[in-house]
């Protein structure tokens, strides 16, 4: 279970950073560290940057996950850009203290909210992005676009193929997927597995968005992995539990199920 926990990252809020941090270093986990608004409200500079470099002294690698709470970054509304940007800037200003391979974001597309303007809405999106594409080539580190609760793929490969930005890379959210997509699976790899950089791996029963372990439920992990494989993408991959029993069972079921064998 260690060699697994070693080739993935973990899902960990900033906040809870400081209780978990002696478990962190003792079982050498990378992280992928969720910065909430809350979080970005109070953050001590100092306090972040003695903590970045903790996790540097003892060899770990970070991926970023921005806050995504009420953010719009394609709203039809000139302010609610202004006021998302000026949000998910406040990770990416984080970017020389952890170095983080990605930063994971939501494009945030939802049919029932977006009525009737996929092209204004990625006029917008595509501007936005293209705001932080340098910070992130400063940085070092990547935009990954994560789906939430789009119910087919197409206005994501619209918005990649109009970026087209080697600094952008596809997050595919297996748990997001199961609950929310109509398309099936294979319409998601052909449209959107040349883009995919990172992966969230957890599982659900198709109807809530449960964080349940890895093959603890209905995604179909295993002609996953071999898309990707057959795909020759070798993305980063966060384990996204939401309780610690729930990590060591990803792990364990990882290993037993020999899927990561599939990106080697």
Known sequence: MLNILGRV???????LLPQYLPMILEKKLNLEIYFSHFTLESLDK?????TAQTLKDAGLQVTFHAPFVDLRPGALDDRIRKTSLDRIRQVFD?????????????PSFDDRYYVDCDDLWLENSINFWHQLIPLARDGGTLIALENVYEKEP???????EMLASDQVCFCFDTGHFNVFSYAPLKTWMEQMGRYIGHLHLHDNFGKFDEHLPIGAATFPFDPFFAALKALK???TIT??????????????????MSILDCLD
């Open 94 to 106: 984080l970017t020389p203290y952890f170095q983080p391979l990605k930063i994971v974001c939501h």
């Open 9 to 15: 990252h973990t899902h960990m809020p900033y906040h």
């Open 154 to 160: 197409h206005i994501l490969r619209r918005l990649f």
């Open 233 to 235: 993408v070798k993305p």
């Open 46 to 50: 100092n306090s972040c940057i003695k």
């Open 239 to 256: 384990l996204e539990a939401h309780a610690k029993e729930h990590l060591w069972q990803s792990a364990a079921n990882l290993q037993k």
